[in-house]
């Protein structure tokens, strides 16, 4: 494949050049250079597109598409026992097939060409990642606690065994949800399985105030110290919103070399703002842009994910001049470290090709005065014309080659009515239940 007379941008170093032709061969970007002979016939012609990384998204619960709009104007301790722990009472594991494929049809049109899925029955996850062209890592949701969850493991251990290195596009890490309902020893475990199997830990933690708060009662230190100690925040670890981490916290990560999630919109659809992405940037801490699941974001679209978390830094500081776009521009893709094996977000000989075409005539682009600012602020999804994952062509002309849309929606609209049947108790408990249970 060919790429003729293009614009490249990279997030990476804010780099612009233009009239650039970009050869592809195989998964890899081979030559970067101007006028490329090539006799392969698969050539786009690159002249109205600023071609550019396929976008990272971090963290997030791809298959909760399934219950999008089903807990809206609610408090966070609502929104988890009162609808979201409820539903997911009633997951099927097909269920899961169908609202990841949902999922990943957002993303890929909206230029996320990798994402890193927290969620149950990956099984499933699976197939729809290896049906529709996607780049992702999957870890299986694992509480340590309630009814189901000895099962749960053991499923999720054989679906380690099964799936893991099957595929270079998709790989796995271990998943625990978080110190809050994983007990000491369940931890404990998966540090041991992290190190003998070689797999990196995704796993939420410091996400709101209460969680820091029981975790200094109990433990006498902040959660992100207690997973320190217990040898669980590590190099590469996901640490997903850290949202009310502190410097010391902060410190923590950076020497470990771990990683912070970032999606801001959750927490300010739960009216809370953090200062925590300005000082995880003057810590030098590795961070990225995430959405979290639609339940609390709404959508799965990593520029508006960057937009919003802009703007959140900027207001929980009251200073316009912090967050600025050089340093912000770059998390888009700065997920890609976490993909040690292969190198990805970036436009560059060797690379894997992971690319999004983005119309550069679109009148949310325009006028061309500072492109990475019409990037951060003023995008739109309408504006992604193509889309190629590990090579292939995923969206061409704004059209998905690889999914089904109207069949997709036909079965998601079919499940939303299992999903939403209401139950007395929820699957797990939250917030203040746990505080006050101190399970």
């Given at each position: 494949m060919l790429i003729k007379n293009t614009t490249i941008i990279n997030f990476e170093d804010l780099s612009v050049k233009e009239n650039y032709d970009i050869l592809i061969d195989n998964n890899k970007i081979k030559k970067i250079g101007k006028n490329i002979e090539n006799k392969d016939e698969n050539v786009i012609q690159g002249e109205n597109f600023y071609t550019m990384p396929g976008l990272?998204?971090?963290?997030?619960?791809?298959?909760?598409?399934?219950?999008?709009?089903?807990?809206?104007?609610?408090?966070?301790?609502?929104?988890?026992?009162?609808?979201?722990?409820?539903?997911?009472?009633?997951?099927?594991?097909?269920?899961?097939?169908?609202?990841?494929?949902?999922?990943?049809?957002?993303?890929?049109?909206?230029?996320?060409?990798?994402?890193?899925?927290?969620?149950?029955?990956?099984?499933?996850?699976?197939?729809?990642?290896?049906?529709?062209?996607?780049?992702?890592?999957?870890?299986?949701?694992?509480?340590?606690?309630?009814?189901?969850?000895?099962?749960?493991?053991?499923?999720?251990m054989n679906f380690i065994e099964r799936y893991n290195g099957l595929n270079e596009r998709l790989t796995i890490s271990l998943g625990p949800h978080s110190p809050y309902v994983c007990p000491e020893e369940f931890l404990k475990k998966f540090k041991k399985l992290s190190d003998d199997l070689k797999l990196k830990i995704h796993i939420h933690a410091s996400e709101m105030e209460w969680q820091v708060e029981k975790s200094l009662k109990e433990h006498g230190k902040t959660p992100i110290k207690y997973l320190y100690d217990l040898g669980v925040i590590k190099e590469n670890t996901i640490i997903a919103h850290a949202y009310k981490a502190n410097d010391d916290d902060l410190k923590i990560i950076k020497n470990e070399n771990s990683f912070i999630a970032h999606a801001a919109k959750t927490f300010m659809k739960f009216g809370d703002l953090s200062d925590i992405l300005i000082r995880a940037l003057k810590e030098r801490v590795r961070v990225g842009f995430a959405t979290d699941g639609v339940v609390s974001n709404n959508t799965l679209s990593i520029f508006e994910s960057g937009r919003i978390a802009?703007?959140?830094?900027?207001?929980?500081?009251?200073?316009?001049?912090?967050?600025?776009?050089?340093?912000?521009?770059?998390?888009?893709?700065?997920?890609?470290?976490?993909?040690n094996h292969l190198s990805v977000g970036e436009i560059k000989e060797g690379f894997v090709a992971d690319i999004i075409l983005v119309n550069k005539n679109s009148p949310s682009?325009?006028?061309?005065?500072?492109?990475?600012?019409?990037?951060?602020?003023?995008?739109?999804?309408?504006?992604?014309?193509?889309?190629?994952?590990?090579?292939?062509?995923?969206?061409?002309?704004?059209?998905?080659?690889?999914?089904?849309?109207?069949?997709?929606l036909k079965e998601i609209n079919n499940i939303k009515d299992t999903m939403l049947k209401r139950s007395d108790t929820p699957m797990q408990k939250f917030g203040e239940w746990i505080w006050q249970n101190h399970i």
């Open positions: 990272i998204n971090t963290h997030s619960h791809v298959a909760m598409t399934l219950i999008r709009g089903s807990a809206e104007d609610v408090n966070s301790d609502d929104w988890f026992n009162k609808y979201i722990w409820i539903y997911e009472k009633n997951l099927k594991p097909e269920f899961v097939y169908f609202g990841t494929l949902l999922g990943v049809a957002e993303m890929l049109l909206s230029g996320v060409t990798t994402v890193f899925d927290h969620y149950f029955y990956m099984d499933e996850a699976y197939k729809a990642y290896d049906e529709s062209g996607i780049r992702a890592d999957l870890s299986w949701t694992l509480f340590g606690v309630g009814e189901g969850e000895e099962e749960n493991f053991k499923n999720a802009a703007l959140n830094a900027k207001v929980s500081k009251g200073d316009a001049e912090i967050a600025k776009i050089e340093e912000l521009v770059p998390l888009f893709t700065s997920g890609g470290i976490l993909l682009l325009n006028p061309k005065i500072n492109i990475f600012a019409n990037l951060l602020y003023s995008v739109s999804e309408r504006d992604i014309d193509t889309v190629i994952v590990d090579g292939k062509v995923v969206v061409r002309n704004g059209k998905l080659l690889t999914i089904d849309l109207s069949y997709l």
